[in-house]
Structure formats: structure tokens, C-alpha cells
């Protein structure tokens, strides 16, 4: 689960898979790196015009295949992360992940398995958004046939995305990389107040929204803004990450993997999918699998060789379970229209 982004908006995807150009994969790979560079900088990393950068990204944005977005770390602000797993009669299955979708705690909603299964990332950030969801609401959702709800204990991979189709040379990627903020962070939990969450609302609906919006929107002075955005990256609570159908770089195969790791080798285990392209999340979790993870592949014979020789190659993985993506609901805080 990339970090949670509050947000309602919706969008509508392309009905056909769209393939970026090389222009689109270099803007895309800049803004991986730096979510806020200006349109001018990109383009002469890139060596076009700032304007052919700017009409790019906004058609890509209205398309539904682009966007920043300004998302938290749950963990650097004392939220709960929960993995949550339902299945469903195949009738009932697309009302309830709607409906999860419209939760502002939810940030990622997915059917998998032909379309019987849900699963669902939440953000608690109080006990008793959590006990509501997962005590009182999902148990008592008619025709669900089984639910499991299981702790994120522990992140190996996840937050900003790492697409495995970069364009741009080291030094690109250098010449784009933000100066990162002075240190202001104390170790400890990052309190937000009223403010901040009007400043990260307004951020999860768009990364790049102007200074001058955001201070509209806080009631904050620019400087003030600057400041807090600042305080809040450098502290990790906050960063900037891009939105995007895996379909656009080529990548048609997404699913879930729940694993049984031995304790002992749990970490190795974990440590390992970091490091692995194809995964773009990896944690510990509380349940009989403690190991669960997202991938991304080129098609279905490449999720079988990772499955039987990246996977298969690990110490210490005893069952392993996997479930496609049949459709994205719900992702990085975005409701997706079919």
C-alpha cells in the first residue's frame, strides 16, 4: 500500500491501454523523481519545451493515466494499516467494493480471483475508525461469505512508486532530484493539526496544486505553506508520488501474493521482494500468511517465472497463494470508473 492520500476524486481510466511515447516515459520517470519540478526544468532535462511538457501532462491527467499526488506515511503519523480480504457471491461482489471505494479510509480496492474476491487497504487514524470498519460495518454487509482483516506490522517495500520502465541517464535523474528540506523531525509521531489536513486533502487531490491554492485553502500565508510542506517531507510524513495504470509502460499482470514465511527468515524473505522490480509492496502482517506483496508484471508468462524462479528461490517460504487483479477499483486514494 502506497501511502494513504484522502481523497475522493474520481476519474475515468481509457477504455484501451494507451503505451506512453518516449516523451510521456521521460515526464513520468521526472516526475517519480521530483512530483513538484517545474514544467521547465523537466522540459530541458528532457530537451523540449516547458509547453509541450505542460499540454503532455494535462492530457494525460485528464485522461486518467497520469497524476502527482502528495501522500502520507501512516506510520510517521500513528495511523493503523490494515490488509483486508472478502469474499463474496459473484453478484454482490462490485455494490461492495464500490461502496469500500466511497470510504475516505480506504486507499486501495481491488477484485480479484474471477471477480468472488475483494481486497482492500485501510487507513485507521483513530481506534475507532478501525473498530467501525472492521467490527461493525464489513462483518454485518449482507452476503459477504468470509472476512479477514490482518495488521501491517512491518514495511519492506511500498510508498513512492518505482515503475520498472525509467528512461532517464543518472545524471537526468540527477539534475531533477529536489534539495531535500532541512531535518525537522524529532523521531517521534508527527502530529498534524487542523491545518495540515486541510494542506494534505488538498495535496491528495492534486500534488502539484500552486503555492497560492494551498494557502487559499489553509488560510496560511505562502511562506507558511512552504514551511509546513517542508516540515512535513523532511519528517517523512509527507511525499509526492505519481498515479498511474500499470497498462500504460506495458505492464498488463497485476496481482497479490500471500505468503507463510518462517519467522526466522521473514525479514530476509521481505528484504528480498524489496529489492525485486516487479514488486511494489511488500509487508508483515498479522495472520496465518505474514507475508503479503503486489507485483507487477509484463503478462501472465512473466508472473510465472517470477512466481517459479524469483519467488521459488527463496529460504524460508512455505505456502504461497495468488490472486489476479481482475479490476482496480480504488487506487492511491482515487476512485476508479469501470
Known sequence: MPGAAFSDTVYALPVESVIFDEVDRGLTHALQVDGRAPFGRIGEVLGVSDQTIARRYRRLRSAGMLRVVGAVDPWR??????????????????????????????????????????????????????????????????????????SLLHLYAGGKVSWQGTTLSADQVERLRPVPPAAQDDGGTVVLDDGDQALLTALSHDGRT????????????????????????????????????????????????????????????????????????????????????????????ALYRYLTERIGALDGVGNLETAPVIRTVKRAGTVLKP
Not at 282 to 289: C, K, L, M, R
Open 77 to 150: 503519523l500513528g495511523y493503523a494499516s490494515w490488509a483486508i480480504r472478502l469474499r463474496c457471491a459473484p453478484d454482490a461482489s462490485g455494490p461492495i467494493a464500490a461502496a469500500l471505494a466511497r470510504r475516505p479510509d480506504t486507499v486501495w480496492v481491488h477484485l480479484l480471483s474471477g471477480g468472488t474476491e475483494i481486497a482492500c487497504g485501510t487507513v485507521a487514524r483513530t481506534p475507532e475508525e478501525r473498530d467501525t470498519l472492521l467490527l461493525q460495518r464489513l462483518p454485518r454487509t449482507a452476503r459477504v461469505t468470509s472476512f479477514t482483516a490482518h
Open 210 to 301: 500552486p503555492h497560492a491554492e494551498l494557502a487559499a485553502v489553509t488560510g496560511w500565508s505562502e511562506s507558511t505553506v512552504r514551511r509546513r510542506m517542508d516540515r512535513l517531507v523532511s519528517a517523512g510524513a509527507l511525499f509526492y508520488d505519481i498515479d498511474m495504470p500499470a497498462e500504460c509502460l506495458g505492464y498488463r499482470t497485476e496481482a497479490r501474493l500471500w505468503m507463510s514465511v518462517r519467522p526466522a527468515e521473514l525479514a530476509a524473505v521481505g528484504n528480498a521482494l524489496a529489492g525485486h522490480p516487479e514488486v511494489s509492496f511488500a509487508a508483515a502482517t498479522t495472520g496465518p500468511d505474514n507475508l503479503m506483496a503486489a507485483v507487477t508484471c509484463r503478462d501472465d508468462h
